[in-house]
Structures are given as structure tokens and as C-alpha cells.
């Protein structure tokens, strides 16, 4: 069972979901008619003295969609080139694939039962994500369709600050302008910082009766 401040196994800890910290770059806000333009995830896992930590990433640039819109603005912000021809970019299905197999021998290897995913602003990858698998007949997508681990909220509760580089710095992480709105870059410093609250819940209730219910007490 587990227990805060003790060795556990991850599929205890999240109700058998396992955390999954995703970003996506994108030509807009629209899921449906915007393009995907890079996607990378980070897989975690918890050591044996209870301490959650990144374990492996995945990255891969992606080709728009036909038909696809990509806003000018959005490229500003992420600095991406998707017709640059040193770009190795993915098809958008296998680029799905490139991110989807590692995380579900991830889910396996955890004993867990699906992936959940973690973000910053977490329904706006999701969304994409979901979108992407919709768009390109992909059926076993790892991820909850709805349920994610916002970064934002815990943030904001543990440091005080929603802004992703401004709550680096709060948790006492270096931030790096010039490579952040890399999707890579932004997954890891995300994927560091959800660590941070979740290992500082484990420090704060060390010793203490759980104050999360087993499962067994709560309707079905």
C-alpha cells in the first residue's frame, strides 16, 4: 500500500495510471485544423527510496498534416522551420508511434494501467495528442482521452507562480531562454518541476498517516 515518505511502487501511487510528461509545438490553438510540429514525452519512475524521477525521453519533429494551418505568430514563439530540409521530420502517424510504443512499455514495465498525461496548460497537449490519433486512425492511445496532471495548478500551489520558466526558477531550477518552446526542453524542465511537488508532498507527510484513501473505502 502506499504510504507518503516510503519506497513504493509507482502503480500504487496514481491510482495504476502512470505520469507521463508530454509537450507539443504547434502552428496554433486549433487541434483540429492547426498543425503538429514536434512532440516529446518523458517517462519517469520512483526510486527505492520513494523519490520520483525522469528516466528516458523521446522527441521527434513532425510534418504537417495535409491541409494543415500554421500561424506565423506561433512560429515566432517556437522558433520552428517545418519545411527546413535538415528538419528529419516524422509523418504524423509514425510520429505517434515514435512517442506512443516507448510509453506504453513504460505503462507495462510500471504495472500500470494506462499513461496520464502531465503539462503545462495539460489539455492543450492532450488535446493535440488526441486530435493527431483521431486524425490518423491510430485506436490504442496510451493516454487517459481526458484526465491529465496540469503542471499549472501545481505550480501555483507549491511555488506561487503559473508561468513554466518563472516556477523553474521559484523551485530553484536554471532556465534557459534560448532553448525553451523546444518541445524536448520544455518537456524536461516540466517533467523536473512535477517531480519537485511530488517529492516534496512525500518530504511534508513523511511519517504520517496517509491522506490518500487506499481505494478500498471509495465507491466504484
Not at 516524422?90 to 498525461?117: M, N, Q, W, Y
Request: charged fraction near 25%; glycine fraction near 8%; aromatic fraction near 8%.
Amino acid at each position: 500500500m502506499y504510504q507518503p515518505g516510503k519506497a513504493y511502487r509507482l502503480s500504487e501511487r496514481f491510482r495504476g495510471y502512470l505520469p507521463v510528461v508530454v509537450d507539443v509545438e504547434t502552428g496554433g490553438f486549433n487541434e483540429r485544423n492547426d498543425a503538429l510540429l514536434e512532440i516529446a514525452a518523458v517517462m519517469l519512475d520512483v526510486d527505492e527510496k520513494g523519490q520520483l524521477h525522469p528516466v528516458k525521453s523521446v522527441q521527434t519533429h513532425v510534418v504537417p498534416f495535409d491541409g494543415s494551418n500554421i500561424e506565423p505568430k506561433s512560429l515566432e514563439v517556437n522558433g520552428i522551420d517545418p519545411y527546413h530540409p535538415l528538419r528529419a521530420a516524422r509523418e504524423e502517424r509514425e510520429a505517434l508511434a515514435h512517442i506512443f510504443e516507448p510509453v506504453k512499455k513504460a505503462v507495462s514495465d510500471a504495472g500500470c494501467t494506462r499513461a496520464i498525461l502531465v503539462g503545462h496548460n495539460a489539455f492543450f497537449d492532450l488535446k493535440f495528442v488526441n486530435a493527431a490519433a483521431d486524425r490518423t486512425g491510430i485506436k490504442k492511445n496510451p493516454f487517459h482521452p481526458f484526465s491529465c496532471f496540469d503542471t499549472v495548478s501545481l505550480c501555483g500551489l507549491a511555488y506561487g507562480q503559473t508561468v513554466l520558466a518563472r516556477a523553474a526558477v521559484a523551485a530553484g531550477m536554471e532556465w534557459d531562454t534560448q532553448a525553451a518552446h523546444g518541445a524536448l526542453y520544455d518537456t524536461r524542465m516540466t517533467a523536473e518541476l512535477f517531480c519537485k511537488v511530488v517529492n516534496r508532498w512525500e518530504e511534508l507527510h513523511e511519517g504520517l498517516d496517509s491522506p490518500i484513501a487506499d481505494g478500498s473505502e471509495l465507491p466504484r
